[in-house]
């Protein structure tokens, strides 16, 4: 923290991190968002909602809407600081038609929004892998999955990763999928193709809240002790 470009570096990252795992927002609309386009709105129950708005100009899909932050109000509190942190590295008042994202060097600083995010955030995240290397907890930020054609291909997080994230955490609270669709800004023909293939396994809880509610931990404890020796364990 003792260098403005590492400090800032840091907070862009934390940040933007945060509002995409929080938003589902995509990383190329995320650079595009001014800070007029974030607000804190209260509902007639007196609940406090950070709502985020993609105008046509901002949507990839060229479709506007609004994004509404899954923690409430603390999306707006992270911005408040990160708003700070802007002024102090650019030296200069915030203006709510300013990126909220704006390039931090060369040319375009601060006028033209920040290119290149997800450089920022593949050098972070990897910088977060060496560490739990370092901890003996390899391969934690990335992962293999394997193809169509039954090839193993290693696959990397990213910016993107957190948008994914997102979807994914959604799903298992139980949303349902069009209301995702119109958060997220995609089809229910992406959402079923890129989200919820072979995923049966992340709602096992929903598809088992039916049960009568006597079956209990005894009763659960009963079958692990008849079944010990044909049950499998498995993991999110």
Same mark, same amino acid.
């Given at each position: 923290?003792? %260098?403005?470009?590492?400090?800032?570096?840091?907070?862009? $990252?934390?940040?933007?991190?945060?509002?995409?795992?929080?938003?589902?927002?995509?990383?190329? &609309?995320?650079?595009?968002?001014?800070?007029? =386009?974030?607000?804190? #709105?209260?509902?007639?129950?007196?609940?406090?909602?950070?709502?985020?708005?993609?105008?046509?100009?901002?949507?990839?899909?060229?479709?506007?809407? =609004?994004?509404? %932050?899954?923690?409430?109000?603390?999306?707006?509190?992270?911005?408040?600081?990160?708003?700070?942190?802007?002024?102090? $590295?650019?030296?200069?008042?915030?203006?709510?038609?300013?990126?909220? $994202?704006?390039? %931090?060097?060369?040319?375009?600083?601060?006028?033209?929004? #920040?290119?290149?995010?997800?450089?920022? +955030?593949? =050098?972070?995240?990897?910088?977060? &892998?060496?560490?739990? &290397?370092?901890?003996?907890?390899?391969?934690?930020?990335?992962?293999?999955?394997?193809? #169509?054609?039954?090839?193993?291909?290693?696959?990397?997080?990213?910016?993107?990763? +957190?948008? %994914?994230?997102?979807?994914?955490? #959604?799903?298992?609270?139980?949303? =349902?999928?069009?209301?995702?669709?119109?958060?997220?800004?995609?089809?229910?023909?992406?959402?079923? *193709?890129?989200?919820?293939?072979? *995923?049966?396994?992340?709602?096992?809880?929903?598809?088992?809240?039916?049960?009568?509610?006597?079956?209990?931990?005894?009763?659960?404890?009963?079958?692990?002790?008849?079944?010990?020796?044909?049950?499998?364990? +498995?993991?999110?």
């Amino acid at each position: 923290y003792c %260098s403005k470009q590492a400090r800032y570096s840091r907070a862009t $990252f934390w940040f933007a991190g945060l509002v995409m795992s929080n938003t589902g927002i995509r990383p190329v &609309e995320l650079v595009k968002l001014r800070h007029k =386009d974030i607000t804190l #709105r209260e509902d007639e129950t007196g609940m406090l909602y950070t709502v985020i708005n993609i105008g046509r100009s901002v949507s990839k899909i060229r479709e506007p809407r =609004d994004a509404i %932050s899954a923690d409430g109000a603390d999306t707006y509190k992270r911005y408040l600081i990160y708003k700070d942190e802007m002024k102090y $590295f650019f030296n200069r008042e915030i203006k709510d038609d300013d990126y909220i $994202f704006p390039q %931090s060097t060369g040319k375009g600083i601060y006028v033209e929004p #920040r290119r290149y995010l997800n450089i920022l +955030f593949r =050098d972070m995240l990897k910088h977060i &892998e060496e560490q739990y &290397e370092h901890l003996g907890c390899p391969n934690l930020y990335n992962g293999t999955v394997v193809t #169509r054609e039954g090839h193993q291909v290693k696959v990397f997080f990213s910016a993107y990763s +957190f948008r %994914s994230y997102y979807i994914n955490q #959604r799903l298992k609270n139980e949303i =349902d999928p069009f209301t995702l669709c119109i958060q997220c800004g995609v089809t229910m023909k992406t959402l079923m *193709e890129s989200y919820m293939v072979k *995923e049966t396994w992340k709602f096992r809880a929903q598809m088992v809240k039916h049960l009568n509610k006597s079956r209990d931990v005894m009763s659960t404890q009963q079958d692990r002790s008849e079944l010990q020796d044909h049950i499998q364990f +498995f993991s999110n």
